[in-house]
């Protein structure tokens, strides 16, 4: 496989892992709303904003990975 076509190929598995994984967090986002904040969590509970930033990161390993 030549070099272009290698990056190619992860630059499509990259979008594709991505579309897939937003459109789940689309489809629950609604819902976690509603429970999320009511749970009693720990006091080394990251803060709500660092979850978007870290998921995307893991997705995005998870299909360089693959």
Not at 15 to 37: D, E, F, K, Q, R
């Amino acid at each position: 496989m030549t070099p272009t076509r290698a990056c190619t190929a992860l630059a499509l598995f990259i979008a594709l892992n991505v579309a897939i994984s937003a459109l789940g967090g689309w489809v629950t986002s609604s819902s976690v709303g509603t429970w999320y904040p009511t749970l009693d969590k720990p006091p080394f509970n990251p803060p709500n904003w660092i979850f978007a930033p870290v998921w995307s990161a893991l997705y995005v390993m998870i299909a360089i990975a693959g």
